[in-house]
């Protein structure tokens, strides 16, 4: 049997409709527009107001998108994989729920929780079940509300989340040198202190307190996480190109987690990328976590073709970081 490789076939997304301003985040907080802009690069972002929809009702439209622009028969997935750090319960795992929604009668599901870095890490997870001969077809959702985890009162993080979930159809093919050719992964454990939910969790379970003293939002210490960041998906970003012979001249685009203008520019400036050549959609979408990447290959799908190579970057909570390289199949 000839050696298996993982493919991306298609892309799906979804945001929800109602957008936030900087402006309506200005009259919530003390910051400016111009505050926002100049710090973290967000103009807008997408909010999922609607009452009891939560990430899972994101991550199906994404794939309900996918699956009716491939035209792709439901009865053939052999799996979901959803990466999230906002599931919409402790259990079940949101993947369970929109494996039902969408009515998939022959695959199994499961959640990843790897912060910002999940898409990446259930991509390549998801190559890995490909590539052993035992799968066909998974769906990889990147999903998360991340408006549900801000605190709407703190003026350094509130500017920063937005709601969204992509998908990407992986398939397996006999095709050399094509689809997730490489990835380097690693995990910092040390990022506890300065990226966390402080409450919620089995160390400290909700109560009274939790909830009075607003313990269950995103707490961040920016200055550190931004400089970690920085570092972590520079340095992964040039040991993949190094490694895999990637130079400004072949690289067709850098695909950035979106947390930060500033750190996506550093990332662009350390591999002598033009920013043309870097998927950027922080402006309209702030951050996102796990969607933003899928969501910017799918606002961007009508620029790639078959043999551009992309480096994926990410960095999240934990701190987990790390970069792949994926070679466009169509």
Not at 35 to 43: A, F, H, Q
Not at 48 to 73: F, H, I, P, Q
Request: charged letters at 20%; a negative charge; hydrophobic letters at 40%.
């Amino acid at each position: 049997m000839s050696k298996l490789n993982a493919i991306v076939t298609g892309v799906g997304g979804y945001v929800p409709e109602y957008v936030l301003t900087n402006e309506e985040i200005a009259r919530m907080v003390d910051t400016t527009d111009e505050w926002i802009m100049t710090r973290v690069g967000i103009k807008e972002r997408r909010i999922l107001n609607e009452e009891g929809l939560g990430t899972s009702y994101m991550a199906r439209k994404a794939a309900k998108n996918l699956l009716k622009k491939m035209d792709v028969d439901p009865d053939t997935i052999d799996a979901i994989v959803l990466s999230t750090s906002s599931a919409d319960y402790k259990y079940p795992s949101t993947a369970s729920i929109v494996l039902g929604k969408l009515g998939l009668k022959n695959a199994y599901a499961f959640d990843l929780w790897g912060a910002c870095s999940g898409f990446m890490y259930a991509l390549d997870q998801a190559a890995m079940m490909i590539q052993s001969g035992r799968m066909k077809k998974i769906i990889v959702i990147g999903a998360d509300k991340m408006s549900s985890v801000t605190d709407y009162k703190d003026r350094q993080t509130c500017p920063l989340f937005g709601d969204g979930a992509g998908a990407v159809m992986v398939e397996a093919t006999e095709e050399e040198n094509v689809g997730v050719l490489d990835s380097f992964f690693r995990t910092d454990g040390k990022g506890l202190p300065f990226l966390h939910m402080k409450a919620g969790g089995s160390v400290c379970p909700p109560n009274h307190f939790t909830v009075d003293h607003r313990l269950h939002y995103t707490y961040q210490e920016g200055r550190t996480v931004f400089r970690y960041a920085v570092t972590y998906m520079s340095d992964d970003c040039e040991l993949i190109a190094h490694r895999n012979g990637l130079t400004n001249d072949n690289i067709r685009f850098v695909v950035p987690h979106q947390a930060n203008i500033r750190i996506i520019e550093a990332i662009a400036k350390r591999l002598d990328v033009p920013m043309d050549k870097v998927m950027v959609n922080i402006e309209h979408f702030g951050n996102t976590s796990s969607a933003s990447i899928p969501l910017a290959l799918w606002e961007n799908e009508h620029l790639l073709k078959k043999g551009d190579n992309l480096i994926m970057t990410a960095f999240g909570a934990g701190f987990t970081h790390g970069a792949l390289y994926l070679k466009w199949a169509y």
